[in-house]
């Protein structure tokens, strides 16, 4: 059966658009959690466009389950994430002037780089996951920086123009997932995702987290948070059971 892990960046995004104190998104994660919610997400950016410092702290304190902070691999973030201690951080890419993150990592190309982040961070017993593109390539050098889980980025797939590239992206998605759980990592799915597109995915049995965010605060807009969230975590628990394993977990 599936996690959900909840993001609530963007009902920060709506606080700050009036700089004010509401809505709270630690009040977002305390209704997800009510509803069934596994884990929360809040990505800290370098600029603070949406998810603040104190918002970080607070949800440390509050959050039951798992809080898995995204943060850029900078020495910043390192430090903060150090201080707080969330239970997993996701290492991804950010650009000050993107709207949300549009990719995944590269990892290949700084490896050496992406080991020592990761090192720092496991030092300080958070685990690791990194955010990359669905390529085989780029879950091997996570799988040899040392990663504990890999965070597949859905959006290509999620915004693919006709069905023979949805499917195309689905079928990379699928290969993906499978490499890094032979290998032993963990492995989540997120970015783009709704009730509408993610119902293929759950025919994956490898992805067995989903970190969902947007479209869960845009439907609470009309529905409620608590009913957002339980309609989106019925819809991944009804995830297909695990694949028969094809080898034990191997070093690439």
């Known amino acids: 059966m599936a996690r959900l892990s909840v993001n609530v960046d963007h009902v920060a995004t709506l606080r700050q658009a009036r700089g004010i104190d509401e809505p709270d998104p630690v009040w977002a994660a305390v209704l997800a959690e009510k509803a069934g919610a596994d884990g929360i997400i ?8 949406h998810i603040q410092d104190r918002d970080l702290r607070v949800l440390r304190q509050v959050v039951k389950g798992a809080l898995n902070m995204e943060m850029a691999a900078t020495e910043e973030m390192i430090g ?10 996701t290492l991804v890419p950010e650009r000050r002037q993107e709207l949300t993150t549009e990719g995944g990592l590269e990892v290949k190309g700084n490896l050496d780089y992406m080991r020592d982040v990761i090192a720092q961070l496991n030092q300080a017993d958070i685990e690791v996951s ?4 669905p390529h085989p390539e780029q879950v091997k050098a996570a799988h040899m920086a040392g990663a504990q889980v890999v965070e597949l980025h859905t959006g290509a797939y999620a915004n693919a123009a006709g069905e023979a590239a949805r499917l195309k992206l689905l079928s990379a998605l699928e290969d993906a997932a499978r490499l890094a759980a032979r290998v032993g990592m963990r492995v989540a799915a997120g970015h783009g995702l709704n009730l509408r597109n993610v119902a293929p995915l759950l025919k994956i049995p490898e992805i067995v987290e989903y970190s969902i965010g947007h ?5 609470a807009l009309f529905v409620g948070f608590e009913s957002a969230v339980a309609e989106m975590l019925a819809l991944v628990r009804q995830s297909a059971p695990p694949r028969q394993p094809e080898s034990p977990a191997r070093r690439l």
């Not at 990194?130 to 593109?133: A, C, E, K, P, R």
Request: aromatic share 4%; with cysteine; proline share 4%.
């Open 80 to 89: 903060i994430a150090a201080e707080v201690g969330p239970q997993i951080c």
């Open 42 to 49: 809040v990505h800290l950016r370098e600029d603070r466009r």
């Open 215 to 219: 479209s869960i605060v845009a439907r």
């Open 130 to 133: 990194l955010f990359i593109d």
